[in-house]
């Protein structure tokens, strides 16, 4: 096989179709565009979004930019605040019902902030390497 002989394949090829062109052709006089109207017209188009004067989607719906929807639900639990906490098997719940969190928080994150003496036992919540390191060092630990 050499590189000037490589054809297509019989069929594969199809020649553009040229419009208004006669009778013959299929696609003389209104050259596929129809009878009449805006779009049948050279120059006929409007711009994008454009509903034939009905106010567009665009314009409908309200603007919400990048606001997250979940921030607020995020929340940041402190040591301190798990060393006063009277269990040692802690999860959201658990967080919820001591009112150490809001009762519409999705998820809890334990920050580097106070001191932990104690032992206790995550489940379910989240811990920054400070924290982890300062759980395990009073003996306890970490479960995702």
Same mark, same amino acid.
């Given at each position: 096989?050499?590189?000037?002989?490589?054809?297509?394949?019989? #069929?594969?090829?199809?020649?553009?179709?040229? =419009?208004?062109?006669?009778? /013959?052709?299929?696609?003389?006089?209104?050259? #596929?565009?129809?009878?009449?109207?805006?779009?049948?017209?050279?120059?006929?188009?409007?711009?994008?979004?454009?509903? *034939?004067?009905?106010?567009?989607?665009?314009?409908?719906?309200?603007?919400?930019?990048?606001?997250?929807?979940?921030?607020?639900?995020?929340?940041?639990?402190?040591?301190?605040?798990?060393?006063?906490?009277?269990?040692?098997?802690?999860?959201?719940? =658990?967080?919820?019902?001591?009112? =150490?969190?809001?009762?519409?928080?999705?998820?809890?994150?334990?920050?580097?902030?106070?001191?932990?003496?104690?032992? =206790?036992?995550?489940? /379910?919540? #989240?811990?920054?390497?400070?924290?982890?390191?300062?759980?395990?060092?009073?003996? *306890?630990?970490?479960?995702?």
């Amino acid at each position: 096989m050499q590189l000037n002989t490589i054809k297509s394949a019989e #069929g594969a090829k199809h020649a553009r179709k040229r =419009v208004g062109r006669g009778i /013959g052709s299929g696609l003389g006089k209104t050259g #596929g565009r129809g009878h009449k109207g805006q779009k049948s017209r050279s120059g006929g188009f409007h711009k994008v979004g454009f509903e *034939g004067g009905q106010m567009p989607i665009q314009r409908r719906l309200p603007k919400r930019g990048f606001v997250s929807l979940v921030r607020g639900r995020n929340v940041e639990v402190r040591l301190s605040e798990l060393e006063q906490l009277p269990v040692d098997q802690i999860d959201l719940l =658990v967080l919820k019902q001591a009112g =150490v969190v809001p009762a519409d928080a999705l998820s809890a994150k334990v920050i580097l902030s106070g001191a932990i003496t104690r032992k =206790v036992e995550l489940s /379910g919540i #989240g811990a920054t390497k400070g924290a982890l390191a300062a759980i395990q060092a009073a003996g *306890g630990s970490v479960a995702a």
